[in-house]
């Protein structure tokens, strides 16, 4: 293990050219390892042994050609930088042409248009041609502008009869349209990416005004919705309306992809500005509608940004966690459109990654990623290299983090997402959410308390909990909600079926307006058996980032919970409420807590490589009801130190209302639920309370 240094992360001049290239060269003797030589002439970083693949499978060309333009991407940053290190890279300058001479060469040669054929590229040995192509192109195509005066001749010419034939696909072809589950807002974006840098770097080609042309109208039909097919504003030269023909997002500007709301796809303007960026180094006035929209989903996306650089899911997320979040987009929208908080996220994942890559000790940007040669977890290393050489290529503005309080008074406020049926509180206490439709149609809930960003998350069980009948995970089908809004809080109240309806789940999740505390509410009934019953359900990342420990605590207990390499266990507390890492607070009406401990990461089966532990609730059935409980969560250190205080079940004569009074951040509060289909009047004290059908009421005492 080597013991990198820390990078100065107080200096007034961090983050600079100087610290990535740095980070840069330390990932530089971990990917040279993966070196395969086949000739003199021709080689590659990976493995083209699909079995090597980790995880296993994966679209094959993707796998291999995407990885090897993001590592050409720094390879050619490096080799022009005045910042190199050789000392830390271990090789020397022409040693870093010759990779780049000998793997543009390799890959030209076995794209479609080439003359070699090589196990498993899956076109008949060869790849090009394919919907993600364009990415991968113009990828390379940054890195061969970067050092064309150095590479040889003969690879300039292979890399320009690339770029000319995946530029000519799009001549005469107008952009797809896709809005729900699969929007191709991400395809219309790196389409229009390539062609931007075909058009740039091959302006005398005779196709070069029709790859500008379809170049814009990709770019203006990346982030689409209803209200631009019928907008006649002036555009260049015509009614925006005349250049769209997609509707790629949702009217709010939320996005689909996955089969549910993804954020990270929001976040594809990156693609646009990439493609811009070609224009800008090649001398050329940027066209405008490489912007469109930019702003706008961006706007969206930051709503999920959290204060140390991470980015929330709370419709889930089948990518990994915690990657490290440097995309040159937060660079544009600091230094171009004055948002401080891009700035603030970029500059928080750059220290980030300087803190993984000395947790790892060996190069690898992810300390959680497992060694591969090939597959997701290549891939992800070398797209970290490639997003780094983004970044120096466009160059660095002088962006700071912004301070904590500022960060929490600004994301203040509440936000409903009808489209994807999302409710999302933010406080200065931190982010509460709940989607009834996740990721693979799940329903799901998140909590990310301020200060425990780096441990808490969610996945796609979470608030929802675990049927299972012998042996499997019984699969949620939600039959209708009703959701209320506020500017501060939300409530929404609603049906779930199981097993074609023999498991029934009545539920209500309310965020209450004090910003700290919100509850739970469960009534299940089930017709059949079930293996596993297990409630609520919260997911603790317990990593390298919370430096591999979790601190719980408990009616008599507390524990500090090793991540990985600990022992996998059950912690029965034999208590109502806990505490975790000091800054959440979880009580139930008189069910006990359990703690999951984990142990090991979730690879290589899943992407996210990360361990997670959980707390949920075990179940005794009462005949039909399986389930009838009520959780509180509250929020922050000081909602924390408030887990303990109670929840007190009111009594109702209705068998169809639930009632809790529990404390909260301004009092006492009574949240009654009606999972019934009528109106119903409860006695609260000595007020009648009228409850519409369907529906949760708050009452502050």
Request: with cysteine.
């Amino acid at each position: 293990m080597i013991a990198y240094p820390p990078l100065d992360t107080d200096s007034p001049s961090f983050p600079s050219e100087a610290d990535l290239v740095q980070m840069m060269c330390r990932h530089v003797p971990y990917i040279e390892q993966y070196w395969v030589d086949e000739d003199d002439e021709y080689g590659y970083f990976g493995t083209l042994d699909e079995n090597e693949f980790k995880p296993a499978g994966g679209p094959i060309n993707e796998m291999i050609i995407r990885s090897l333009g993001d590592e050409l991407r720094g390879y050619a940053v490096l080799y022009q930088s005045e910042h190199y290190d050789a000392s830390v890279a271990g090789v020397d300058k022409p040693h870093l042409l010759d990779r780049l001479n000998r793997c543009i060469r390799w890959i030209c040669a076995h794209h479609v248009s080439g003359a070699r054929r090589t196990k498993p590229f899956e076109w008949d040995g060869q790849w090009g041609d394919d919907w993600e192509s364009s990415l991968w192109v113009a990828d390379i195509a940054m890195a061969v502008h970067q050092v064309a005066e150095s590479l040889d001749k003969n690879v300039l010419e292979a890399f320009y009869r690339v770029l000319a034939f995946e530029g000519d696909r799009f001549v005469g072809v107008d952009p797809p349209d896709g809005r729900w589950i699969d929007t191709k807002e991400e395809e219309n974006a790196w389409d229009a990416y390539l062609l931007a840098w075909s058009y740039c770097l091959l302006p005398d080609h005779p196709n070069a005004e029709e790859w500008l042309y379809r170049g814009k109208l990709f770019a203006m039909n990346t982030f689409t919705t209803d209200r631009d097919r019928v907008d006649t504003s002036p555009f260049d030269g015509r009614p925006l309306k005349d250049w769209i023909c997609t509707q790629t997002a949702h009217p709010d500007l939320t996005v689909e992809n996955h089969g549910s709301f993804h954020p990270g796809y929001l976040g594809c303007g990156v693609l646009l500005l990439q493609g811009r960026l070609a224009f800008q180094l090649t001398g050329r006035q940027p066209p405008p509608h490489y912007l469109h929209h930019i702003e706008d989903a961006y706007d969206v996306l930051r709503r999920f940004f959290l204060f140390n650089g991470f980015t929330a899911y709370p419709s889930g997320q089948d990518w990994t966690y915690h990657e490290p979040d440097i995309q040159v987009q937060h660079a544009v929208m600091f230094e171009e459109f004055g948002d401080r908080f891009a700035g603030h996220i970029l500059w928080q994942n750059l220290k980030y990654l300087d803190e993984s890559m000395r947790a790892a000790g060996d190069g690898r940007f992810n300390a959680r990623m497992p060694y591969a040669a090939g597959g997701r977890y290549f891939q992800f290393e070398t797209g970290i290299m490639g997003l780094l050489g983004i970044l120096v290529i466009a160059g660095i503005p002088d962006f700071k983090p912004i301070s904590e309080a500022e960060f929490r008074r600004e994301q203040i406020g509440t936000d409903d997402y009808p489209y994807v049926w999302l409710q999302v509180r933010r406080s200065k206490q931190g982010l509460f959410s709940f989607a009834w439709r996740s990721l693979k149609r799940q329903v799901m809930g998140m909590v990310v308390p301020a200060g425990g960003e780096d441990t808490l998350g969610s996945d796609q069980d979470a608030f929802v909990g675990r049927f299972e009948v012998e042996g499997e995970r019984l699969k949620p089908h939600p039959l209708y909600h009703n959701d209320r809004t506020t500017d501060r809080g939300f409530s929404t109240t609603g049906v779930i079926e199981y097993a074609d309806g023999a498991v029934r789940q009545s539920i209500a999740v309310v965020a209450l307006e004090d910003g700290e505390t919100s509850i739970v509410i469960d009534r299940t009934v089930a017709d059949i058996e079930l293996s596993v019953n297990e409630g609520f359900g919260l997911y603790i990342m317990n990593d390298f980032v919370n430096d591999n420990r979790v601190t719980i605590s408990f009616d008599g207990g507390r524990r500090v919970v090793r991540g990985v390499g600990g022992k996998a266990r059950v912690i029965e507390t034999d208590s109502t409420w806990i505490k975790v890492a000091g800054c959440l607070g979880i009580e139930t009406d008189g069910l006990q807590l359990l703690y999951e401990d984990a142990a090991e990461r979730n690879s290589p089966e899943r992407w996210k490589n990360l361990l997670q532990d959980r707390i949920f609730l075990r179940h005794q059935a009462a005949g039909r009801t399986v389930r009838d409980y009520a959780c509180v969560i509250r929020q922050g250190r000081a909602g924390a130190r408030r887990a303990g205080d109670g929840v007190e079940r009111v009594k109702t004569d209705d068998d169809g209302l639930r009632a809790y009074r529990f404390r909260s951040l301004t009092g006492f509060a009574v949240v009654v639920a009606n999972f019934t289909s009528t109106q119903k009047t409860i006695e609260i004290g000595d007020a009648s309370v009228e409850v519409l059908a369907l529906d949760t009421v708050v009452i502050q005492e």
